[in-house]
């Protein structure tokens, strides 16, 4: 059984930062391709960045050079840094892990005021 639970999310004024982070449960996340995804209100979920289990990235075009993705295999958890906060990166963003199936969170709000 895979769990993940997101953290880190919260409010925030444009041109800030946060960390989220991933923490998972039982034993694939190391071989698991790794996603975060954010749904605004209204709008459909969109993949944010995703990273492969040997560690290469992808990213939106709306995210590049702001955003990051990492993760850290031994303690099964996963980050998304995110700088440069705009007020159009309001959203609830949620993990994803896939290795077949596919696992996802419960999401963590982030707000960003202008």
């Known amino acids: 059984q895979v769990q993940l639970v997101e953290s880190g999310g919260g409010l925030v004024q444009a041109g800030g930062s946060l960390r989220l982070s991933c923490a998972a449960s039982?034993?694939?996340?190391?071989?698991?391709?790794m996603g975060w995804y954010r749904q605004a209100p209204g709008k459909q979920r969109e993949l944010v960045a995703s990273?492969?289990?040997?560690?290469?990235?992808n990213y939106a075009d709306s995210v590049k050079g702001r955003f990051a993705i990492s993760r850290d295999n031994a303690m099964k958890t996963g980050y998304l840094q995110m700088n440069s906060l705009k007020p159009e990166d309001t959203a609830v963003y949620y993990c994803?892990?896939?290795?077949?199936?596919?696992?996802w969170g419960q999401g963590t709000q982030v707000t960003v005021s202008s």
């Open positions: 994803n892990l896939k290795l077949g199936a596919q696992y």
């Open positions: 039982g034993s694939i996340f190391s071989i698991s391709h």
């Open positions: 990273i492969t289990s040997g560690g290469s990235t």
